[in-house]
């Protein structure tokens, strides 16, 4: 199989977006979400709709869009996945204001470029950062501190006193700045974090931060928790089980302030939303997935045949390059890919409390709902 890429013309000249989702559509890309290379996460008025015209090879002109209905709020790290003719946009990080979501939406796209919205699942209340242990929280406040405590009033040269509008908003900036950089530490749980002794301002009282409960971390029961980053692909029709001839939309991993403890912030579950009914349903994972490596080339994995899926010999084993008893998860920035007709999903690399990168694959049976990992020419890099 010869693979032959050809660079397109960029959505935007002046602006590069990233973590934004996309879908094809009768022989258009639709391009959902996203931000800016130069203000990433900051504010934006609306949702970003971008329609890519395959065979033309170009991206139809901001007029010829049209964008209606309950468009979602602007967000990065969801994910669109198209069934049938239906595009289903889920969770994501809103830019503005900061939150991980659980909402889901459903586009219909009218004609190319006309796309009419309808939200069938408003998102439930959530925190938008982890439950941080007191330590964590202590040398957040302190490391907050020592940055407020340098600002000096211009005309007295004064330090400021922590009542200062300017020193309230710095010190709530290098706050939420230190929370960030460890929410997703795969070391966060092994840190020793000691707040800082005989620095200048000792003594001084923090601003008051009020410190919410985090969210459920399995959501409300009847649907996904909050997520980015996570990985979704649809199927059409179910072979076996109890929603044998249903059509699904598939949800699985990412990251979420609400995921278990020892997690590093990743999920490690998987739903299923039937539009038929509009139920979400949460899948357990079976052991004994089967698979087989096929031909490699350098660089990763060869193409994957799900009809290739073979079984265990009369001893009992897996056969070579076979891993059994699989469970990709926990894990965020992964991609999940059907093939064979939505008798397989094929799921690739992304990021675990034990590597910042991986190249891994994995296969769900999604008639047993069984992972099999197939095996790679290298590791996690």
Not at 144 to 153: Q, S
Not at 197 to 222: F, T, Y
Not at 302 to 307: E, K, M, Q, R, V
Request: charged share 20%; hydrophobic share 35%.
């Amino acid at each position: 199989m010869v693979v032959i890429w050809e660079q397109m013309p960029p959505v935007s000249e002046d602006h590069p977006v990233s973590g934004a989702a996309a879908c094809e559509f009768a022989g258009y890309l639709y391009l959902f979400g996203g931000a800016s290379h130069d203000h990433t996460r900051a504010p934006s008025h609306e949702m970003r709709h971008a329609v890519f015209d395959c065979a033309a090879g170009a991206w139809l002109p901001p007029e010829e869009l049209d964008v209606d209905g309950d468009v979602p709020t602007p967000r990065i790290g969801c994910t669109a996945t198209r069934l049938r003719g239906t595009v289903y946009l889920f969770g994501g990080q809103q830019t503005w204001p900061a939150a991980t979501l659980n909402d889901l939406y459903a586009a219909s796209v009218v004609q190319q470029g006309v796309v009419e919205w309808q939200q069938l699942l408003d998102a439930t209340p959530c925190v938008p950062t982890p439950n941080f242990t007191p330590l964590e929280i202590a040398a957040a406040k302190n490391t907050a501190r020592e940055k407020a405590d340098k600002l000096r009033d211009n005309e007295t040269g004064d330090s400021l006193d922590p009542s200062n509008p300017k020193y309230l908003a710095v010190w709530q900036q290098e706050y939420d700045k230190f929370l960030e950089e460890i929410k997703y530490n795969p070391q966060r749980g092994s840190l020793s974090i000691a707040p800082p002794a005989g620095k200048k301002g000792k003594g001084r009282l923090a601003p008051q931060v009020q410190e919410e409960r985090p969210p459920s971390r399995a959501g409300d029961g009847r649907r996904p928790g909050h997520r980015a980053w996570h990985a979704a692909c649809s199927i059409e029709m179910m072979a076996e089980g109890d929603m044998c001839g249903a059509s699904a939309v598939v949800v699985c991993g990412g990251a979420s302030p609400g995921a278990k403890r020892g997690n590093a912030g990743l999920m490690d579950d998987l739903w299923l939303y039937l539009p038929d009914t509009g139920e979400w349903k949460e899948r357990s994972f079976r052991p004994g997935g089967h698979g087989r490596r096929r031909s490699q080339t350098s660089g990763g994995l060869g193409s994957f045949d799900g009809a290739a899926m073979v079984k265990k010999d009369k001893a009992g084993s897996l056969p070579e390059g076979m891993h059994g008893n699989a469970n990709p998860f926990p894990r965020a920035f992964h991609s999940l890919t059907a093939v064979a007709g939505g008798r397989y999903a094929v799921l690739f690399g992304g990021k675990t409390p034990l590597a910042d990168r991986t190249n891994d694959v994995f296969v769900l049976e999604t008639r047993r709902f069984t992972w099999t990992q197939l095996e790679s020419l290298h590791n996690s890099v």
